[in-house]
């Protein structure tokens, strides 16, 4: 059996506590327990490890008990002492790195910036050891920037020979955008008056060292009302209250832990990725931090400069920002107000959460949603899977949730209900929990969660304490100790399927795109002035889109809206897609005629799924972005994914500008109770297409006719009215016809009740 990884992080615990690292010993001991039992269950050791295990559990428990490990920093001088050192090296690496990719001139100037910052150390009150330390590395630099003098002087005189060397550049996001769509990714930079640049292939070289400790440009982030009830709260650099800080010592969510800050649905999407990378390999979040080095490894940063990969507002975006965090003196050291890594002296938690709450308004963030966090960190396609929709079927999602999950298909985080008994159930109401597994094993559905809280954990079936359920073969099929569990408290727990849907409301899950070999985007704008603040009578100037696939087969289709804003707090808009199918004219004009094949409620979140599964050989979909009652202009990304190739394009207006008259009128109300209907004449030179627009008051159902010259009824609004507007689009040949306009019901009219007659024509036409 190969327990190499528990015995490695055994060795590594055993060397922490011979150091008095406390903190760090508990943590790799816990690890060591994890992997011996993920390789063994817990009734079929070998003696040895049976010997090992017994040793952890008693080194857990003690240590434990014991609290005066350093993790802190007590001593503010040598922490700006240890950390002037390890900005000198970290220069010193990112020269080499340079130099190494044939960047000569940046890397001259970081060797100068490593001579210089050691002359300043030589001067400060460092220990001897560490002064000799940098004194070597000052002299590497010095006969190294000599060297590269030459080669610079060299390349002037063959000037390609430099950039012959240069490695290219790899790729990080195709941004084949045309202009129109260009200025769309500009304007959704700013958020809160704060810029985030599109994330370019450029950006990789992007500069981390600085002679001073890198600033926020924009400022310290905004605190909350509980952070400023904190006597003394100040904010300090990570290396002046972190012992020995690293930037990764191990992606794994059970190292995250919620502090202080609203955002429990963005660390349990944290965790639910780490987790994806800890499972399958794939770096969802080591690859978004930067800087790294040339192995694509994120590094920490003694100069305090860090940036990380958000997706928003269309595309992947760079949050640059320093390792200034809200902290609080005691008399055991300093506390983080923020969250932050268990595994001490690591920093990646608090630094991906400060770029995200920078984004998002500051550590006085209210509350966010986990498909929309998930969506920001990875792009995954947001869906959220409610237990109290009609069609909810638990089985069914469950069986579809297990099979995708082990592929590596999606990310999940469940959300609780409110008003929740918590003392009694050990589920905190309104909250959010990562689901880091999910089993089907002797027909026990059961799910393994993590509250962000890193403590408090469910009580009811399958909890630590619930000897009925649990049955030693379960507990060897999912290598669970309860005997461990038990004594630690990690916020981690299983649950039984019937427990999750009584106590959650639902399931944030964002899929994986790789899952469709075919995908499309598109880029685009809402203009507040095109059309009617409602939707609800009138979408001729919603933004319409065609989808066309053909192929033998069974297909999936989803299509995905995700609304851009500049306000980190916009929740205002609510926005929908409507999807009619195989309609004879690619534009609609009316929101139920035809009647649409898809529709859903209007959501005020940022994202829109539409799911659809077609087996015809041909798919013609026309898509309608709706909203509930519009008041900005809005911009957003249009996606398509699915199983077989197809053509998504926007879906022209050929009658924006077209000939267009206009007529109004009031309705006469007729004393003999018929309808009341108006006529226009309207002569044609040459056959065109004529649209006829007819709007009045929302109570009123009208609807229109076009008669030829001998009455003969050649177009009519299917013979059913409308309420408040509605259209005929007609195909005519030269000659003359008639316009009648009407009402069903005359006895709603009043003397104010008016309509308005809007014709447009790809040709002129007269109208009298």
């Known amino acids: 059996m190969d327990n190499k990884k528990s015995t490695n992080y055994a060795r590594v615990a055993f060397a922490s506590e011979k150091q008095k690292k406390f903190k760090k010993a508990l943590f790799f001991y816990k690890e060591a327990i994890q992997w011996l039992i993920k390789e063994y269950g817990e009734n079929n050791f070998k003696s040895d490890d049976a010997k090992n295990l017994d040793v952890w559990l008693a080194k857990v428990e003690k240590l434990r008990t014991i609290t005066n490990e350093p993790t802190t920093v007590q001593n503010n001088e040598d922490a700006i002492i240890r950390n002037e050192f390890q900005t000198i090296r970290y220069l010193l690496d990112e020269a080499i790195t340079y130099d190494e990719q044939c960047d000569y001139n940046k890397s001259l100037e970081i060797y100068t910036k490593v001579v210089e910052k050691t002359i300043e150390f030589k001067n400060g009150k460092a220990t001897d050891k560490l002064k000799l330390q940098s004194n070597k590395w000052a002299y590497h630099s010095l006969d190294r920037a000599e060297i590269i003098k030459g080669i610079i002087s060299q390349n002037k005189k063959d000037p390609k020979s430099e950039f012959e060397k240069r ?14 769509e260009k200025r769309i990714i500009i304007k959704g930079s700013s958020i809160d008056g704060n810029k985030y640049a599109p994330f370019v292939s450029i950006n990789i070289n992007e500069k981390y060292s600085s002679y001073d400790l890198f600033s926020d440009p924009d400022g310290l982030l905004k605190l909350s009302k509980k952070h400023r009830t904190y006597q003394g709260l100040t904010w300090k650099r990570a290396s002046h209250f972190v012992c020995e800080p690293q930037l990764i010592i191990q992606i ?20 639910a990725c780490a987790q994806y990378e800890r499972i399958h390999g794939k770096r969802l979040i080591s690859n978004i931090i930067y800087p790294q080095n040339l192995k694509n490894e994120p590094i920490y940063n003694p100069c305090g400069k860090y940036m990380v990969l958000l997706k928003f507002n269309g595309v992947y975006r760079k949050i640059v920002i320093d390792d200034l965090f809200p902290v609080i003196e005691t008399d055991e050291g300093d506390t983080i107000l923020a969250s932050f890594s268990v595994i001490p002296n690591e920093l990646w938690v608090s630094i991906v959460e400060k770029a995200f709450l920078k984004v998002m308004g500051g550590y006085a963030l209210e509350s966010s949603m986990a498909m929309k966090d998930m969506f920001m960190l990875t792009g995954w396609i947001p869906e959220r899977i409610l237990f109290d929709d009609i069609d909810f079927d638990a089985d069914k999602i469950f069986h579809l949730l297990l099979t995708r999950f082990h592929k590596g298909d999606c990310l999940l985080v469940a959300s609780s209900k409110k008003d929740l008994d918590e003392d009694r159930c050990g589920i905190v109401s309104t909250h959010a929990y990562a689901i880091l597994d999910i089993r089907n094993i002797q027909n026990n559905k059961i799910i393994l969660m993590k509250n962000p809280w890193h403590e408090k954990r469910w009580k009811g079936n399958f909890s630590v304490d619930d000897d009925v359920h649990w049955t030693p073969e379960l507990r060897k099929n999912l290598k669970f100790n309860q005997k461990f569990a038990k004594v630690y408290d990690n916020g981690i727990f299983w649950i ?3 427990s999750l849907v009584t106590f959650f409301r639902g399931i944030d899950v964002n899929w994986n795109p790789s899952i469709f070999p075919h995908s499309a985007s598109l880029h685009d704008t809402w203009n ?29 289709i989803w299509i ?11 929740k205002d808009e609510f926005i929908g897609l409507v999807i009619y199918k195989n309609k004879k004219t690619c534009r609609v004009y009316e929101p139920n005629y035809p009647e649409p094949y898809k529709d859903g409620v209007r959501t005020n979140s940022p994202h829109y799924l539409v799911k659809l599964i077609e087996d015809e050989p041909e798919v013609n979909l026309t898509i309608v972005l709706t909203q509930l009652k519009k008041s900005i202009t809005l911009n957003y990304t249009l996606s398509a994914y699915s199983s077989f190739s197809f053509q998504l394009n926007r879906t022209p207006d050929i009658f924006k500008d077209s000939p267009h008259i206009h007529a109004s009128d009031v309705w006469i109300k007729e004393s003999t109770g018929k309808n009341i209907e108006a006529n226009y004449k309207m002569i044609v030179q040459e056959s065109t297409t004529v649209l006829f627009q007819l709007t009045t008051q929302k109570e009123l159902a009208i609807g229109i006719q076009l008669l030829s010259e001998n009455n003969l009824n050649l177009y009519n609004t299917e013979n059913i009215y409308r309420y408040g507007c509605c259209y005929l689009e007609a195909n005519v040949e030269p000659g003359t016809f008639t316009v009648k306009v009407s009402i069903y019901d005359n006895t709603k009219i009043t003397p104010s009740s008016s309509y308005n007659l809007d014709i447009y024509s790809l040709k002129s036409v007269q109208i009298s």
């Open 252 to 271: 794994s969510p059970f190292g995250i832990k919620q502090n202080l800050v609203n955002d429990c649905a963005f660390l349990s999407s944290l965790s």
């Open 496 to 498: 039984d399927l019937k």
């Open 528 to 556: 507040v002035t095109n059309g009617p603040i409602s939707c609800h009578f009138n979408i001729k100037d919603n933004p319409q889109y065609n989808l066309y696939s053909a192929g033998n087969g069974k297909r999936a």
């Open 167 to 180: 490695p290219v550049l790899k790729k990080v996001e195709k941004m084949s955008l045309t202009p129109y």
């Open 560 to 570: 995905h809206v995700n609304r851009h804003s500049n306000n980190s707090d916009s």
